[in-house]
């Protein structure tokens, strides 16, 4: 019976497998941010709310919240929303970019509180306004990290206080 060398096979595989890795792709500084998401009706946990992830406007996860919680995992360069869908409530679609340069590679966390709307306040109304991010979540540079871009989300909640005031005209 031959021997068969082990070794120098091992040597050729990882060879041929490494040339095929396109490390012009990969930077040094290339991060990825851990999303863990609480979802609340009325303060109470939501459970088995509709969560989809869209990565450049295609659906790449869906899942349900478990114990009000769900989490993702996104690279940078990527322009993320998620969309947490319940019924009888309003969706809320979250934009997050992970596009921006961070200050060094590595791993991120950022923490959501989602908390839901009853549809029924707003009843009545032109609702097109909330095909648009309810927030904005990207890196601010000079704090190092993860946050909500505040002008924006104080916008959606004066158009979120305006369409509450036109439905109970409506009644």
Do not use: C, W
Not at 92 to 108: H, L, M
């Amino acid at each position: 019976m031959r021997k068969v060398k082990i070794l120098p096979m091992l040597l050729v595989l990882f060879v041929s497998l490494s040339s095929a890795v396109d490390t012009s792709k990969v930077s040094a500084n290339t991060s990825s941010l851990g999303i863990t998401g609480h979802v609340f009706d009325k303060g109470e946990k939501v459970d088995g709310a509709l969560v989809k992830l869209y990565q450049n406007n295609t659906v790449v996860q869906i899942t349900e919240t478990k114990k009000s919680e769900f989490q993702f995992i996104l690279f940078s360069g990527i322009l993320y929303m998620v969309e947490i869908h319940k019924p009888g409530s309003i969706t809320e679609r979250i934009q997050i970019s992970t596009e921006e340069d961070t200050q060094f590679g590595g791993k991120y966390l950022y923490e959501l509180n989602v908390n839901l709307m009853s549809i029924d306040k707003i009843k009545g109304v032109d609702m097109s306004e909330l095909d648009f991010p309810t927030a904005i979540v990207k890196y601010d540079k000079d704090e190092g990290e993860y946050m909500h871009d505040t002008a924006y989300r104080r916008k959606v909640k004066l158009n979120f206080k305006e369409l509450k005031q036109q439905a109970q005209v409506k009644r």
